[in-house]
């Protein structure tokens, strides 16, 4: 089963394991010891991760490391992208309002 990336993304505990992993690859064991769950709650969260593809897996002699899959970081940036341009327009906007009024009291 795929699940949505913004679905996987919208857990506070998924954004974290994301975090640290962009950082370096780490192991379930060592994702756990940053939580307060069971290492099965972490392993849960990194099987939707995982499904979402934002995860990527690899096997080093009996460990598996978990590391950041960075293109499909870039397809949220994109996304997110198009509403950035919105804001930072509008803030501008802003700027030029305020600019404007801070002018007419002096």
Not at 27 to 50: D, G, W, Y
Request: hydrophobic content about 40%; overall charge positive; glycine content about 0%.
């Amino acid at each position: 089963m795929r699940r949505d990336i913004f679905q996987a993304i919208a857990d506070p505990t998924r954004r974290a394991i994301i975090t640290l992993i962009a950082i370096q690859a780490m192991t379930p064991n060592a994702l756990a010891e940053h939580f307060q769950t069971s290492r099965q709650a972490v392993s849960k969260h990194i099987k939707i991760l995982t499904e979402c593809q934002l995860v990527r897996q690899e096997q080093q002699g009996r460990e598996i490391y978990y590391s950041l899959e960075i293109e499909k970081m870039k397809e949220i940036d994109k996304w997110i992208d198009q509403f950035r341009k919105i804001w930072e327009t509008r803030f501008n906007q802003l700027d030029n309002v305020l600019s404007t009024i801070k002018k007419q009291k002096k």
